[in-house]
């Protein structure tokens, strides 16, 4: 069973349209981490956002917000007037202990393509 | 500018042949990683390192080799044994392999069979 789904494999919005990516997860620990990365064409992962499981408040960067739910297991993302430069395959990510250490597994989604069109 | 170096961007391999796709870091960080992503696909982890002369096989090491005989540096070899080796290969790091830290990721190598 897949750990973290992306349903969405591609997403085309024209600019200034807002867009959300669905995340949805699944573990049995209580204690666990979730993270958003975004990968542009030029290839490297760049990390937008972390959020533990204890702390289900939703946050906001300019653009960005992300909605937290632990009762639905869903992290979504959210982009309000997208821009062109939004572009780009978005993970989302679970980090869980890994056998019995404090190793951190990171479990990534399959990803979502963004594209957003002037 | 600290960060996360891979070498070489772009790598061919022949039949029998083994490659090492070098990672470099100065970050400072203790923990490194090797991901392969196909596409479509997300991430896969290869091997980690959570400190130097140390290092874990992840879920698809079969084919694969790495050393971390240095805190900077880990290396990945892509051996003739890794029948289907054509994927972008990403390394990361992070402050340490504990289950909060963000990974820090370079921006690839990707590699093809000639």
């Known amino acids: 069973a897949q750990k973290v789904t992306q349903a969405q494999t591609e997403i085309s919005v024209v600019e200034k349209e807002d867009v959300t990516l669905d995340c949805v997860y699944e573990?049995?620990?209580?204690?666990?981490?979730l993270f958003w990365y975004k990968q542009p064409p030029s290839g490297e992962l760049v990390f937008l956002i972390r959020r533990n499981s204890f702390d289900e408040q939703n946050e906001i960067s300019g653009r960005y917000s992300w909605n937290f739910q632990k009762s639905t297991s869903s992290f979504n993302f959210t982009i309000t007037a997208s821009q062109v430069v939004d572009s780009a395959v978005y993970f989302c990510a679970l980090s869980e202990f890994s056998g019995g250490t404090s190793y951190g597994k990171l479990t990534f989604g399959q990803g979502t393509i963004l594209t957003v069109h002037p | 500018d600290g960060g996360i170096t891979q070498s070489p961007k772009y790598l061919f391999r022949k039949e029998g042949q083994n490659v090492t796709l070098s990672c470099e870091q100065n970050?400072?960080?203790?923990?490194m990683y090797w991901y392969r992503q196909d596409p479509g696909q997300g991430l896969r982890l290869i091997y980690y390192s959570q400190i130097v002369n140390d290092f874990q096989k992840g879920d698809i090491a079969e084919g694969y080799s790495v050393s971390r005989e240095k805190k900077e540096s880990f290396p990945l070899t892509v051996t003739s044994a890794q029948k289907n080796p054509t994927a972008f290969y990403l390394c990361a790091s992070s402050m340490s392999a504990y289950i909060n830290q963000p990974q820090h990721f370079g921006d690839g190598t990707r590699l093809s069979i000639l």
């Open positions: 970050l400072n960080h203790d923990a």
């Open positions: 573990t049995r620990d209580t204690t666990y981490y």
